[in-house]
């Protein structure tokens, strides 16, 4: 019933910027950590950032002073900024929420994914 959706993907060029956006909706009573993972063409999804509901993020060391998570609670909604692209930030970009349906009950959901394709 709670779905995510991704946008704001697409093919850019080195050195270029992307604004990744995702958007909860349906059943949540809260969120707790929302977060973006990729998953490149061969190797295995990997957490990009990630930011609880008290605004701590933390980001994985490859995309650090490049990549920017933030998020808008009242929206349920999260953000990449992702500056200074290069080749290997190339994946399909997931937006992920760990969420409650009540106050005791929680679960997880994925969005659908958004590409990002980086070219020389």
């Known amino acids: 019933q709670v779905q995510l959706v991704e946008s704001g993907g697409g093919l850019v060029q080195a050195g270029g910027s992307l604004r990744l956006s995702c958007a909860a909706s349906?059943?949540?009573?809260?969120?707790?950590?929302m977060g973006w993972y990729r998953q490149a063409p061969g190797k295995q999804r990997e957490l990009v950032a990630a930011?609880?509901?008290?605004?701590?993020?933390n980001y994985a060391d490859s995309v650090k002073g490049r990549f920017t998570i933030s998020r808008d609670s009242a929206k349920n909604t999260v953000y990449l900024q992702i500056n200074s692209l290069n080749a290997e930030d190339t994946a399909v970009y997931y937006c992920?929420?760990?969420?409650?349906?009540?106050?005791?009950?929680?679960?997880?959901?994925w969005g659908q994914g958004t590409q990002v394709t980086v070219s020389s």
């Open positions: 349906g059943n949540i009573f809260s969120i707790n950590t």
């Open positions: 992920a929420a760990e969420f409650y349906t009540d106050s005791f009950t929680t679960k997880e959901t």
């Open positions: 930011i609880t509901s008290g605004g701590i993020t």
